[in-house]
């Protein structure tokens, strides 16, 4: 394996990577209110992710950073093509990390409905856009002689490459919805496995079309392979764990929808970068557009130190905040009114999610 082909398996992990811990920060946000309902109920539902939101982002700074150094001209063809979505990608991204702050300063019902909204509208942007961009790569746009993009804004947006932005937005919301059954208690839990369990078979149907189609556009045939057939049974599984109330195990599987649909684009993708729909000669490849030998070996080194410190802390990060939402800390001690003196306080006990 080259240093080339190396950092294009770098990136798709990244991507992936991304996807897998975001993907549910989206879904959340996109269902608060509609799990959540009352304040109290829309304000725990964002507890949720509220410590380990910001945290995953990394990994779309990352990714981006690393197609830049190591393939430059495939970040400057598709940055500067895909220009003006990538401007709502970020747009999305910032007002709603400002929501996380901002939905809580006021009482007002009127300004934390307008936060909430944006919350719910940057939650769904985001994937969808970065969805249609990852489908445009594969489909293919206009490209020229000299590896610029020669279209406008809409010609990103045909039918693959809005189907792909639709998949992400599926399983960010069954990903999103497990994630809040497992992370919360009452009826928020209670929600939110109801309606894992309704999304679950549509979410499903959808990733096998994605996973046809996909293969049909990369010239490999109608049919998915094993890799899609199994993504498709583990989410379709994941909707009757959480309805059985076994989160944990809902969970890992649409981590594995979620890892394997993304994958499978990059896999269809290889060796190509960016597909030219003007001509396969004006294809960005893996070798034609590369970075220098001595660029790569540093940034090997690079990732080789600090990537294994990135996935230490967030992995201290997850397990500091493991608790559902409404459960009490670790070795808090019920009020006095509560337990008497010298009993014994289950941890995880949880408290009235009416409160």
Request: net charge neutral.
């Amino acid at each position: 394996m080259t240093l080339a082909e190396f950092w294009f398996l770098a990136i798709a992990i990244l991507w992936t990577g991304f996807f897998i811990l975001e993907g549910f920060d989206f879904g959340v946000g996109m269902l608060h209110g509609f799990i959540g309902r009352t304040d109290a109920g829309k304000s725990d539902v964002v507890a949720t992710i509220g410590p380990l939101w910001d945290g995953n982002e990394v990994w779309l700074i990352v990714a981006g950073a690393s197609m830049f150094a190591a393939f430059p001209g495939w970040y400057a063809t598709m940055f500067s093509g895909f220009y003006l979505a990538i401007v709502l990608i970020l747009a999305g991204l910032i007002v709603r990390g400002v929501s996380f702050e901002y939905r809580e300063k006021v009482a007002r019902s009127r300004w934390r409905g307008t936060w909430e909204t944006l919350l719910t509208t940057g939650s769904f942007l985001a994937p969808f856009l970065i969805g249609v961009a990852l489908g445009d790569l594969l489909h293919g746009v206009p490209i020229d002689s000299n590896h610029e993009y020669s279209g406008n804004f809409w010609n990103l947006l045909q039918p693959y490459a809005l189907f792909v932005g639709v998949t992400l937005v599926m399983l960010c919301l069954l990903h999103g919805a497990t994630f809040i059954a497992l992370k919360s208690v009452g009826e928020v839990r209670a929600r939110a496995g109801r309606f894992a369990r309704r999304v679950g078979p549509v979410t499903a149907l959808v990733v096998l079309v994605f996973a046809s189609w996909t293969h049909l556009a990369s010239g490999g045939g109608f049919f998915p392979n094993v890799i899609s057939v199994a993504a498709v049974l583990a989410i379709f599984t994941s909707a009757v764990l959480v309805n059985d109330r076994r989160e944990g195990w809902a969970f890992a599987l649409t981590t594995f929808g979620m890892a394997t649909t993304v994958l499978s684009i990059f896999v269809d993708l290889y060796p190509r970068l960016i597909v030219a729909s003007t001509g396969s000669q004006y294809d960005l490849t893996v070798q034609n557009s590369a970075a220098g030998s001595y660029s790569l070996k540093v940034m090997t080194v690079v990732l080789a130190v600090f990537l294994p410190l990135v996935i230490v802390y967030e992995s201290w990060t997850y397990y500091v905040f493991r608790q559902r939402v409404g459960q009490r800390p670790v070795g808090e001690v019920s009020p006095a009114s509560d337990v008497g003196p010298g009993a014994e306080v289950s941890s995880s006990a949880e408290v009235n999610p009416g409160r």
